[in-house]
């Protein structure tokens, strides 16, 4: 049910639940105040209890409420990079944060987005907590559409079109006296030297230690179907179908799902989960998808979430 930006604001301030638009994908937002408000996102998605929320702001100013410190850098990484798609993960005064947004952590994930719109709400409800709006394990929401497939075509929604990025945000944390990369996003590894004078290492579990990301845990963006990247033609002749380029050639018997072209990875990261809805709302059970591109920039993103997908 499509819902305007006044009545969202005052669906949340009265305690419920509205999937929201941002330039990365869809949010299922709760109020910040509303303790059964986020119960009820974790019921919704059916997300595991352990995996915190990333907290919304309208702008950085109103981080003062959260934190009385900020770890080194951080402040040239709001002013280069927000509003955008940067989270950031800092410890926070846990008092002002309720304990099932931080699942228990004495952190918490910030984001200021750069959709007008988004803004414009946080304005009116106030900060907002906001996991993707899908269900826990199906690819990301990034049209009005997805939310009412996975939620029903009662639930709120405010339909802000197409996503831009159409990926989440990169996911940031400052530990041991460097910025580490929780989350690849839609903001590159490479955007960040510029303003950190390095690139951030993407931080992976360590071995018997508790992933800093804990959402990293779980299989994520999976399709139905079964998801097989190649980075080489198979050779197969009968029932194919590949998620490919606009400009790159597959044999004739090939059906092409169309990702975007393969010069322009921002395209890709806009239409992949739209894709990937795809071949699962055909009832396709196997597709081949082609990841012969760079090890650079958003390509790393999109790998990362193709290889997850991929994973039965
Ligand atoms: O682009 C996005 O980030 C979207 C839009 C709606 O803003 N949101 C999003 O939320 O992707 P979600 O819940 O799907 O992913 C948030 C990730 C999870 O993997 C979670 O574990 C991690 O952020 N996270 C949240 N708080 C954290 C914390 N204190 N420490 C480490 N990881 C945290
Ligand atoms: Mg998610």
């Avoid at 990333?54 to 959260?66: E, K, P, V, W």
């Avoid at 309720?98 to 900060?127: D, H, I, M, N």
């Avoid at 269900?135 to 029903?152: C, N, R």
């Avoid at 194919?240 to 990702?259: E, H």
Wanted: aromatic share 8%.
């Amino acid at each position: 049910m499509h819902v305007s930006l006044d009545e969202a604001a005052s669906l949340l301030k009265n305690g419920h639940v509205v999937a929201v638009p941002t330039e990365t994908v869809y949010g299922l937002a709760a109020s910040l105040h509303q303790p059964k408000a986020i119960e009820r996102i974790f019921s919704l998605k059916k997300r595991p209890s352990n995996n915190p929320l990333i907290i919304h702001l309208a702008d950085a100013g109103q981080l003062s409420s959260f934190c009385d410190s900020f770890p080194h850098g951080f402040e040239s990484l709001a002013h280069a990079f927000w509003p955008g798609p940067l989270t950031v993960v800092i410890p926070v005064l846990v008092q002002n944060i309720p304990e099932k947004v931080r699942a228990g952590l004495p952190t918490a994930a910030f984001r200021v987005p750069a959709s007008l719109l988004t803004r414009q709400l946080l304005v009116a409800s106030g900060p907002l907590v906001m996991p993707s709006a899908n269900l826990s394990g199906t690819p990301s929401a990034t049209q009005a559409a997805h939310v009412e497939q996975d939620f029903g075509s009662n639930f709120p929604v405010i339909d802000g079109g197409e996503c831009i990025n159409g990926i989440e945000s990169t996911i940031i944390m400052y530990q041991e006296r460097i910025w580490k990369i929780l989350r690849l996003g839609a903001l590159s590894p490479e955007a960040f030297i510029p303003v950190l004078g390095y690139e951030p290492e993407t931080a992976g579990a360590d071995k018997g230690k508790a992933p800093l990301c804990p959402g990293q845990l779980y299989r994520h963006y999976a399709p139905m179907a079964r998801l097989i990247p190649i980075t080489k033609i198979p050779a197969e002749s009968s029932n194919i179908v590949i998620i490919g380029f606009s400009d790159r050639q597959y044999p004739d018997n090939y059906r092409v799902i169309n990702l975007g072209n393969s010069k322009y990875p921002e395209e890709a990261a806009h239409n992949l989960y739209t894709t990937l809805r795809q071949i699962d709302d055909e009832k396709l059970e196997k597709v081949y998808i082609d990841i012969h591109f760079p090890e650079t920039g958003l390509w790393r993103t999109l790998k990362e979430r193709i290889l997850k997908a991929s994973q039965s």
